[in-house]
């Protein structure tokens, strides 16, 4: 620290600020280690940024969204012309086992998160399936707190990622990127009912309070 010239405040400030970004991990009587250096603060910044917005209307979530969708749709075109036939048969396997899910009435939303990142693998972008997952954990924490989107039916969920995989298994880039489209209009639309839900209930919550208040004030009157 003397020869940086910085006091023991400082560092252990900055030390603060690079445990904060996941760079480095404090562990306390042990030492300070190199971090994950993963994507963490940037989940817990979108989080919080779609909660605070959402509570002005739907158009946060809605963001994550398009983010999400302009990802995949861009990139399912060079997954087309590199996925191997054992990618495919990963991809398979999820599908039958979400199928499987389906049917014994267990929802399966690891396994959904888990066919969109293993979708993107074969382009070799480590970034890609981390970008993908952050989004994912952000949707479905807002989701969580602010109003989660009905789930389809588990035969609609299998068959929009089945549709996926057939295209691809038939290098079909523009078919692929049309089963992707669809898939996330299903999440739109189900993304759009819920914040009309939410709406109202806040709607009919205001109603009441004011109704509540007008009561005690004629009260209050007579």
């Known amino acids: 620290m003397e020869s940086l010239g910085a006091g023991r405040n400082s560092v252990r400030e900055a030390l603060k600020a690079l445990q904060a970004l996941d760079i480095v991990e404090i562990r306390h009587g042990h030492g300070t280690y190199v971090g994950q250096v993963s994507l963490a603060p940037l989940v817990d910044g979108l989080t919080f940024r779609t909660l605070v917005r959402h509570g002005e209307g739907p158009g946060a979530l809605a963001e994550i969204l398009q983010v999400r969708q302009a990802l995949e749709e861009g990139l399912i075109r060079r997954v087309a012309a590199t996925v191997t036939e054992p990618d495919l048969d990963r991809l398979d396997a999820l599908v039958r086992r979400m199928e ?5 009435g267990s929802p399966f939303p690891e396994l959904d998160r888990r066919f969109h990142e293993s979708l993107y693998a074969p382009l070799g972008n480590a970034l890609v399936p981390q970008l993908l997952g952050a989004f994912w954990t952000v949707f479905r924490r807002v989701a969580g707190v602010r109003g989660r989107p009905a789930d389809p039916a588990p035969d609609v969920t299998v068959r929009r990622h089945r549709a996926i995989v057939t295209a691809l298994r038939a290098r079909d880039a523009a078919g692929a990127q049309h089963a992707l489209s669809v898939h996330f209009r299903d999440i739109d ?17 205001a109603a009441r309070a004011a109704w509540a208040a007008r009561a005690v004030r004629e009260h209050g009157a007579g």
């Open 100 to 104: 499987t899910a389906g049917r014994a």
């Open 189 to 205: 639309e189900r993304a759009a009912r819920a914040a009309r839900a939410a709406r109202a209930a806040r709607a009919a919550r």
